[in-house]
Nanobody, 116 residues
Framework: QVQLVESGGGLVQAGGSLRLSCAHS????????MGWYRQAPGKQRELVAL????????NYADSVKGRFTISRDNAKNTVYLQMNSLKPEDTAVYYC?????????WGQGTQVTVSS
C-alpha cells in the first residue's frame, strides 16, 4: 500500500519561502518518478516539478523554474519541494504524486497561500 504524507504548507507573504515534504512509508526507489502538482481554485491540476527517481533528473514548469527545487532524502524516504520567491499566483493546493507499475498515487494535498 502506498501512503504519501505531505506537510509544510501554510500562509506566507509574497517573496517568502516554504518547503513542502512528501514522506513515503517505504523506499521511494519503488517509484519510477515522484513529483508535485498544484491546483488553484477553478483551475486544472498542473505539474509543478518532477523527479525521475533512478536517475535523479528533474523537470519544472516554466512558471516555477529558478524559484522551486525538487529534491529527495533517500534515508528518510522523502521528497521535498523548496519554494522561494513565492508569488500570489503560486497559491494552490499542492499534491505529492508518485508513479509505479500500478499507476499514479496521490497525497492528501497541502494548502499554500501567498499573500500580496
Amino acid at each position: 500500500q502506498v501512503q504519501l504524507v505531505e506537510s509544510g504548507g501554510g500562509l506566507v507573504q509574497a517573496g517568502g519561502s516554504l518547503r513542502l515534504s512528501c514522506a513515503h512509508s517505504g523506499s521511494i526507489f519503488r517509484f519510477n518518478a515522484m513529483g508535485w502538482y498544484r491546483q488553484a481554485p477553478g483551475k486544472q491540476r498542473e505539474l509543478v516539478a518532477l523527479m525521475i527517481i533512478k536517475s535523479g533528473s528533474t523537470n519544472y514548469a516554466d512558471s516555477v523554474k529558478g524559484r522551486f527545487t525538487i529534491s529527495r532524502d533517500n534515508a528518510k524516504n522523502t521528497v521535498y519541494l523548496q519554494m522561494n520567491s513565492l508569488k500570489p499566483e503560486d497559491t494552490a493546493v499542492y499534491y505529492c504524486n508518485a508513479v509505479d507499475g500500478w499507476g499514479d498515487h496521490w497525497g492528501q494535498g497541502t494548502q499554500v497561500t501567498v499573500s500580496s
